[in-house]
């Protein structure tokens, strides 16, 4: 009970900042819909979808790659508090030795949250909609958070890891760029080359999107089946890979947290 109070304390102080720190509020906020109208208006007229409309292809992509990139708050949040001398003021307190990590993945949901429906309006404008049920809609969205979180743990360890926040957006954009458009996110895997489409189709970024957008109702009529078992599977796939990264990272994470503390 300790833990689940403390790492409430710690998420609240976090969502906070959203009020507090503009270029927080730009992130969660105006970023979302930056990427919506860009790759809407810029390249939807260029890129092409037998049988669908790119709008609606292109969300599960947006979504995918938002809630990716949002995990990094988690990181460069701890870096930060690093730097600045709190996670020793962390320790002082008496609290559980977990909570300020954990608490700080628990508040990238809520940024992803945020990002979400900001992303779900901004596409609603555009012309997207969703073509599915209402329970599989549901399912979509709590996967993507699902997995955002699980990200955030390996972000954690990045970010106990390098010095300051700045290391941390460097280090995580030179990752996190290629395993988001090395995907199904903006074009569909199979008009990937030579071994880009393999890469593809075994990235959980694209079993994510898959996902998404069956959830969603969004794949073009007359989308042949996958071949590749990750997209044909595509849920328990993106599952798999959030599990493993929770139960790898967290330790970790943990441990790496406790350690930089002592120092």
């Known amino acids: 009970m300790n833990l689940l109070r403390d790492s409430a304390t710690i998420a609240r102080r976090n969502v906070i900042r959203i009020r507090r720190v503009p270029d927080v509020m730009a992130f969660v906020v105006v970023q979302p819909i930056m990427f919506v109208l860009l790759f809407a208006y810029v390249f939807g007229g260029s890129i092409d979808i037998p049988g669908g409309n790119y709008r609606e292809f292109l969300m599960a992509g947006i979504f995918s790659q938002t809630v990716v990139f949002g995990a990094t708050f988690t990181g460069a949040g701890l870096a930060e508090d690093m730097q600045k001398g709190l996670i020793n003021r962390f320790r002082s307190l008496p609290m559980s030795r977990s909570a300020v990590v954990a608490g700080r993945t628990v508040s990238d ?29 549901v399912v979509a969205f709590a996967l993507l958070l699902f997995f955002a979180y699980s990200f955030s743990w390996v972000m954690a360890c990045i970010g106990l890891l390098v010095p300051t926040p700045e290391v941390v957006n460097n280090a995580t954009f030179v990752v996190l760029f290629p395993l988001t458009f090395i995907a199904n996110t903006f074009v569909p895997s199979d008009n990937l080359p030579g071994v880009l489409k393999p890469i593809a189709e075994w990235n959980p970024v694209s079993t994510l999107t898959q996902a998404v957008r069956e959830g969603f109702g969004n794949l073009p009529v007359g989308t042949p089946e996958p071949t590749a078992w990750p997209l044909q599977n595509a849920t ?21 947290y406790q350690r930089a503390g002592a120092r």
């Open 109 to 137: 949901v809520v940024y992803n949250a945020l990002s979400i429906i900001v992303m779900s309006l901004a596409g609603l404008a555009v012309g997207w909609r969703i073509r599915g049920s209402f329970l599989d809609a």
């Open 236 to 256: 328990l796939y993106t599952l798999v890979w959030a599990a493993i990264l929770i139960v790898v990272f967290a330790p970790i994470a943990t441990r790496l």
